[in-house]
């Protein structure tokens, strides 16, 4: 079983959509949780941590199910700029290593 | 500031030769972490230095790879002899030292690596 299993998408919405997706973790003992973000052949960036009572940075809200060991992403207002793959990650306490998902593909068209 | 930087940023040997991967961390930055994507697959960590010092390197994939970081500065990962499946993209990701956490890992723009 993979540590983090996301559906890989595409998600093809037009702009000012609201997506969502989610993601599942295996390591109940996970403790830091994350969405980056990765455009077409660049690094992948933080797009934001997940905290355990939510959390929510512009457009873009994260959320934390503990007890379903999922997280999830919601964007509000797509915007084209959106458009990219969203990494969901985890790491374990005091872990350093990220254990990552194979990714969410979303595209905004105009 | 200046980012992670990796050099190079694409590299395209064949079957047995070898290949040196650096990356720069940012200025400060202890952690350093090496991670690799393969096709189709998702990113995968491979090692990780606190300063010069191995701190974890379970996800090395066997002894054809080498990491190093001397001075506890830049890294570099060697791969000798690379083999087909060693071809993906290497990321080098760095992070503050911070006492018992975890903190923001910064990614470099990372190295395609090609084996033909």
């Known amino acids: 079983r993979k540590e983090v299993e996301q559906d890989p998408g595409p998600f093809n919405v037009p702009e000012g959509a609201t997506v969502a997706f989610n993601c599942t973790y295996s390591n109940s003992a996970s403790q830091s949780f994350f969405w980056y973000r990765q455009d077409c052949r660049k690094e992948p960036k933080l797009l934001m941590s997940v905290y355990s009572s939510g959390n929510e940075d512009g457009r873009f809200t994260a959320q934390l199910n503990r007890a379903s060991q999922y997280i999830s992403l919601l964007i509000r207002d797509s915007k084209l700029s959106d458009s990219a793959t969203y990494l969901c990650v985890v790491n374990g306490e005091g872990d350093y290593k990220l254990s990552f998902g194979a990714g969410t593909t979303v595209t905004v068209r105009a | 500031e200046a980012g992670v930087t990796q050099f190079p940023s694409h590299s395209v040997i064949e079957k047995g030769q070898t290949v040196t991967l650096r990356c720069d961390p940012i200025s400060g930055h202890d952690n350093l972490y090496w991670y690799r994507r393969v096709m189709g697959k998702e990113i995968k960590f491979l090692l990780h230095f606190v300063k010069e010092s191995k701190q974890d390197e379970s996800g090395m994939p066997n002894n054809r790879f080498l990491a190093e970081r001397t001075g506890g500065t830049y890294s570099t990962l060697k791969v000798q002899p690379a083999e087909l499946e060693d071809s993906g993209v290497y990321f080098c990701?760095?992070?503050?030292?911070?006492?018992?956490?975890?903190?923001?890992?910064?990614f470099g723009p990372g190295t395609r690596l090609t084996v033909l």
């Open positions: 990701a760095s992070s503050p030292l911070w006492a018992g956490g975890t903190d923001t890992q910064y």
